[in-house]
């Protein structure tokens, strides 16, 4: 009797125990709040994500279509001043090889700079061309330019001529790698934006090319006139083409094409060896660049989500 008694108190502690337990009230799991800072988030590890998180995912939504017509005019003011390049360093051949004397250079040289004055007035205002700067700018650069003649007459007196060329041709190399061939080489009218920091470095690398160069020529008038001809061109050519292009895209494409024809005619020539590795250079930048460009659009795969980096949006 007593031990069934004792069995029956155990048995209604038991229940009045375990509905004790069950009138505990549950704890509620904290719900995950996407944050930028605040440390880790109790119950949550530190790199636990929603289940809506690749929901905002985008792919190739920044990818350009490229047309193949549109890359290949793009590509034209590469080609067009290497054959601008490429007709300094045939100056250069020529008077090197006392084709060219100081006349014709100064002759060329007068030229050039006409024609090029002639291209600003007919391409831009004249209220927004200052020919009174660009004139006193001129005549101070053509003054000591001559004034400076017979110190760079003697510059590479005891380097042979090996070296002078192997460093001109590194030089001019540096100067295509770096030059800016969306704008011009000095501050045009109009340019919504300076030179760059590399485009100067470009400018200098050729100024530098020039001045080796002029350094094995025999006289002062030889020495003025081949550096007033180098550094009208890498001065002044890219602000011309700028302009040209600037007026008319049309006009751009002509005169690019007629340069290259001018171009590859005077290097054939020279040198036919030299032609067909210039015959090859403009059509690898102006055909086989952009359809190369094109091909590799297919490849190109961007994924864009909530992991980017945030972007500030000032209202």
Request: hydrophobic share 50%; charged share 10%.
């Amino acid at each position: 009797m007593n031990f069934a008694i004792a069995d029956n108190l155990q048995t209604s502690s038991g229940i009045v125990m375990d509905t004790s337990i069950n009138e505990i009230p549950s704890i509620s799991r904290p719900k995950w709040r996407k944050v930028a800072y605040g440390g880790m988030q109790p119950g949550f590890d530190d790199n636990n994500t929603h289940d809506s998180f690749l929901e905002d995912m985008v792919m190739n939504t920044n990818v350009v279509k490229r047309d193949m017509v549109k890359v290949m005019q793009d590509s034209v003011p590469i080609s067009q001043y290497l054959c601008i390049v490429a007709l300094v360093v045939l100056v250069w051949s020529y008077t090197l090889r006392t084709t060219l004397n100081e006349n014709s250079l100064l002759i060329i040289d007068v030229g050039l700079l006409g024609s090029g004055f002639l291209v600003l007035l007919l391409t831009e205002e004249m209220l927004s061309l200052n020919l009174l700067h660009y004139f006193l700018n001129i005549s101070f650069f053509t003054s000591g330019l001559y004034v400076l003649s017979p110190i760079y007459q003697t510059l590479t007196r005891s380097i042979s001529s090996d070296s002078i060329w192997a460093v001109t041709v590194s030089l001019l190399v540096l100067h295509l790698f770096l030059h800016d061939y969306s704008g011009s080489t000095i501050s045009a009218p109009g340019a919504l934006k300076n030179p760059t920091l590399t485009s100067c470095i470009s400018l200098n690398a050729s100024v530098v090319a020039s001045v080796f160069i002029a350094s094995r020529l025999p006289s002062r008038v030889h020495i003025f006139a081949i550096l007033l001809f180098s550094l009208q061109v890498f001065l002044f050519a890219p602000l011309v083409t700028y302009c040209i292009k600037k007026y008319s895209f049309r006009l751009h494409l002509w005169f690019s094409f007629g340069l290259m024809v001018v171009t590859l005619a005077f290097v054939c020539m020279l040198h036919k060896l030299i032609f067909v590795v210039l015959l090859g250079l403009l059509v690898f930048v102006t055909v086989v660049c952009p359809y190369w460009l094109i091909r590799i659009q297919e490849y190109k795969f961007e994924i864009n989500g909530p992991w980017d980096e945030a972007k500030l949006v000032l209202i």
